[in-house]
């Protein structure tokens, strides 16, 4: 019951349409994790903690089979339009530049662009063409989620004080090791835009406006919608990203953000909020997470569409890479894919008159129609 009042409740707030528009916004593409399953053993025997977070065993960069069995399943339904149903890879464009971090003694990072991790990974497979290929087939439309999914200044200073743990995983190619002692939101160093003083803040921002420019650079054209990794952006960051071009924020309701002494606050946000330079702050409303420890179904999510339908507003499902990944386990990447099937034909049988649209499509709509 207090479920179905809170999907209502938050769905009440901001602009509307009488449109029946689905969105599926897909986090953490581009980014590593777990290199491998032998990576991850020796890192378990050896006692460093992988084992604390589920997605360590089963996300992974994207392999050729994940991208090949996914556009499949979206190619498999047609909404009212006839299109089939559109994937939002939000991306991370860089990943550390291991060796060479490690050649300058950890007093510098360094980054490689993701199609340089691709190729790294796979050399055997031309992974980013069929990134490109979606992308040309309107079926796999990217946005901007960071320059890396990582704590970078956090990250490397604990590398330089010689945590011996830490540098374990690096000798691996792993960098979300969950380590005792740090703050709560960088013990596996992936909340991105995070900070402790005002001198940390000059490197995010710089971080931020790279990542709009290798956006750029490897897909052929600006992002027009980021989501901060981990839902963690400060307002000070707000008015660099509206210059960049970007014109879509994503924010939770109650917008987090750190102060200069690393505690949390929060502002309240709706969807379709102005901000600064033109940019508009939206919300997503619907959760899909098949992976997930606490996953309720299909019939959740429909629920969850249906909330949002009811207050005539769009449909931006959540959901991550680590649903659909399967190099390091091929079962995962079936399961989700199965209850992504479901979860799409339920769409279709229940709406008939149902629209798919890429984020930034469907965010264009509603600015431009309320």
């Given at each position: 019951m207090i479920h179905?009042?809170?999907?209502?409740?938050?769905?009440?707030?901001?602009?509307?349409?009488?449109?029946?528009?689905?969105?599926?916004?897909?986090?953490?593409?581009?980014?590593?994790?777990?290199?491998?399953n032998e990576a991850y053993m020796r890192m378990a025997s050896a006692g460093l903690n992988v084992g604390h977070r589920r997605w360590n065993r089963s996300d992974t960069l994207e392999t050729a089979e994940d991208l090949e069995q996914l556009f499949e399943v979206l190619k498999s339904v047609r909404d009212c339009q006839n299109r089939p149903a559109i994937f939002?890879?939000?991306?991370?464009?860089?990943?550390?530049?291991?060796?060479?971090?490690?050649?300058?003694?950890?007093?510098?990072?360094?980054?490689?662009?993701?199609?340089?991790?691709?190729?790294?990974?796979?050399?055997?497979?031309?992974?980013?063409?069929?990134?490109?290929?979606?992308?040309?087939?309107?079926?796999?439309?990217?946005?901007?989620?960071?320059r890396e999914?990582?704590?970078?200044?956090?990250?490397?200073?604990e590398l330089q004080r010689g945590n011996k743990d830490l540098l374990a995983a690096f000798d691996e190619g792993f960098v979300s090791l969950d380590t005792p002692g740090a703050l709560p939101l960088v013990r596996g160093f992936r909340t991105e835009f995070y900070f402790v003083s005002e001198d940390q803040k000059p490197f995010l921002?710089?971080?931020?406006?790279?990542?709009?420019?290798?956006?750029?650079?490897i897909f052929g054209y600006l992002p027009g919608v980021f989501v901060p990794a981990n839902g963690i952006f400060h307002p000070d960051f707000v008015q660099v990203l509206a210059g960049t071009g970007v014109k879509y924020l994503w924010v939770n309701h109650f917008?987090?953000?750190?102060?200069?002494?690393?505690?949390?606050?929060?502002?309240?946000?709706?969807?379709?909020?102005?901000?600064?330079?033109?940019?508009?702050?939206?919300?997503?409303?619907?959760?899909?997470?098949?992976?997930?420890?606490?996953?309720?179904?299909v019939d959740y999510t429909i629920r969850q569409i249906e909330a949002a339908f009811r207050w005539r507003k769009p449909s931006i499902i959540s959901t991550h890479r680590a649903s659909y990944a399967g190099g390091l386990d091929p079962v995962n990447r079936t399961k989700g894919l199965h209850e992504l099937r479901m979860l799409l034909d339920a769409i279709i049988k229940k709406w008939p008159d149902v629209e798919f649209m890429s984020s930034g499509d469907a965010l264009e709509y509603m600015k431009n129609s309320n």
């Open positions: 179905s009042f809170l999907q209502n409740l938050k769905n009440i707030p901001g602009w509307t349409t009488s449109r029946k528009i689905v969105v599926f916004e897909c986090d953490d593409w581009g980014s590593i994790n777990m290199p491998s939002t890879p939000v991306t991370n464009v860089a990943n550390p530049d291991f060796k060479r971090i490690k050649a300058d003694g950890f007093t510098k990072y360094y980054y490689e662009k993701f199609t340089d991790t691709l190729t790294r990974y796979y050399p055997d497979n031309n992974v980013f063409k069929l990134w490109m290929e979606g992308l040309q087939s309107g079926i796999f439309m990217p946005e901007l989620h960071g999914h990582l704590s970078v200044q956090f990250w490397l200073q921002i710089n971080s931020l406006r790279e990542g709009v420019s290798l956006f750029n650079e917008m987090r953000y750190p102060s200069e002494e690393g505690r949390m606050k929060s502002r309240w946000m709706k969807a379709g909020q102005s901000g600064p330079l033109g940019l508009t702050y939206y919300m997503r409303n619907c959760s899909f997470e098949p992976n997930g420890e606490d996953y309720r179904g």
